[in-house]
């Protein structure tokens, strides 16, 4: 990584717009949006429906692109670059966190865990070692083998979060990470989101909820598709992970308990 790289916002946007052709119809999703986010710490987007929440995150996350303004992630202007160029400093940066999981259903943690390093092409052992890690920086090193049915929606969000940190990322994108959870397990999880913001990990969140956004150390509105309002503010302490994560309830389902032995590969 260059200096400049290393010294330069990890996110910056100048002037972006997007719009959306539908027929006749132009929906102008964003109307130039200009900001820049550092690396580290939590960063917290609310705003109403429609406002244009999702299109920035998009954006952000290099799924789509502005139709007018520049975007430069970790210094780099990424207009100019390919699809196959895209897909590859997603998979090297970036990290997804979804409202409903996205978890396989039919897949143990560790194998959910383990699947971005499958599409990078890690070997097998590797492949073990880091998704048990991972699993591990969650606090769920003893729920390798459960299958997301036998976790609860706090574990769940915590399987899918080793999945987006398994390959290392500098950016974790994070939409409505707390929507289907009640309100000590989002607690939870905005620990563990703080705790990789503290980490250096730059971690953005769309959150609708006024009590999520408070864990965040800045907060930007967006309204009709431009920065409403953008500020910084002393954020909520969420609890202790560790505290947290030895809390949780054991999984309540009678087929929750694990039933193959460690492979080798995951001794320590
Ligand atoms: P939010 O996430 O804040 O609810 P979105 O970014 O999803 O808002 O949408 C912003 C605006 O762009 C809305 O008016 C929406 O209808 C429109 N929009 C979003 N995605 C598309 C699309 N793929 N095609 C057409 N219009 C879209
Ligand atoms: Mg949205």
Redesign the pocket.
Same mark, same amino acid.
């Given at each position: 990584m260059s200096a400049l790289a290393a010294t330069a916002p990890l996110v910056r946007l100048t002037g972006v717009t997007?719009v959306?052709r539908?027929g006749d119809v132009e929906?102008q /999703?964003l109307r130039g949006v200009s900001l820049a986010i550092a690396q580290g710490g939590l960063t917290a987007i609310m705003? /109403?429906?429609?406002?244009?929440?999702?299109?920035?995150m998009n954006i952000v996350g290099c799924l789509d692109r502005p139709s007018a303004g520049r975007y430069e992630l970790a210094g780099r202007d990424i207009s100019g670059l390919s699809r196959a160029a895209l897909a590859e400093l997603r998979n090297r940066t970036l990290g997804f966190v979804f409202q409903s999981f996205n978890l396989l259903a039919r897949t143990s943690a560790l194998e959910n865990v383990e699947l971005p390093l499958l599409y990078a092409g890690v070997s097998g052992r590797e492949r073990r070692r880091r998704a048990v890690a991972a699993l591990g920086r969650v606090g769920l090193a003893d729920r390798l083998r459960h299958h997301p049915a036998q976790l609860s929606g706090g574990q769940q969000q915590r399987v899918a979060l080793a999945r987006a940190l398994v390959m290392e990322p500098r950016l974790i994108l994070a939409d409505e990470p707390t929507g289907n959870l009640d309100s000590t397990t989002s607690a939870e999880v905005m620990a563990l989101l703080q705790q990789l913001g503290h980490g250096g990990i730059t971690v953005v969140l769309?959150t609708h909820e006024p009590d999520i956004a408070a864990y965040a150390e800045r907060v930007i509105v967006?309204r009709d598709?431009c920065v409403q309002s953008d500020h910084a503010q002393q954020p909520l302490r969420a609890p202790e992970p560790a505290a947290a994560a030895s809390a949780l309830p054991a999984p309540t389902t009678a087929a929750a308990r694990p039933v193959l032995a460690a492979p080798t590969g995951a001794a320590r």
């Open positions: 997007k959306y539908m929906v /999703a705003g /109403a429906s429609g406002s244009g929440k999702s299109t920035l769309v967006m598709g």
